[in-house]
């Protein structure tokens, strides 16, 4: 069964901003921490941001910092990923995943498309 749906996803002009969310539809990873990869066309899937199991810690790939913020809501076993100023290179399918440990999930969601058109 799906466990990680993520939703958000679209199309956005260079320097418009999308949210995109990460539903834990069974609750099973309160207790994980979560991250979000993306892939874009001829490219390996890349990390791109995760945050602790009580969002006090995160870290984003230097592409991102400064333009994307990810934070969690556990009452409502959602992550989010918020992106502002985006550019074309951010174009790509978006996932969000379970880290069961440091480099190893244990759920992906299913992916959703971000284009940022120029």
């Known amino acids: 069964q799906v466990q990680l749906v993520e939703s958000g996803g679209g199309l956005v002009q260079a320097g418009g901003s999308l949210r995109l969310t990460c539903a834990d539809t069974e609750h099973a990873f309160s207790s994980y921490a979560m991250a979000w990869f993306r892939q874009a066309p001829g490219n390996e899937r890349e990390l791109v941001a995760v945050i602790s199991y009580s969002g006090s810690h995160t870290y984003y790939v230097d592409d991102v910092k400064g333009r994307f913020t990810i934070f969690r809501d556990n009452a409502k076993a959602t992550t989010y990923l918020q992106m502002d100023t985006l550019k074309p290179e951010d174009t790509a399918v978006y996932y969000c995943?379970?880290?069961?440990?440091?480099?190893?999930?244990?759920?992906w969601g299913q992916g959703t498309q971000v284009t940022v058109s120029s």
């Open positions: 995943a379970a880290e069961s440990e440091p480099g190893s999930y244990a759920a």
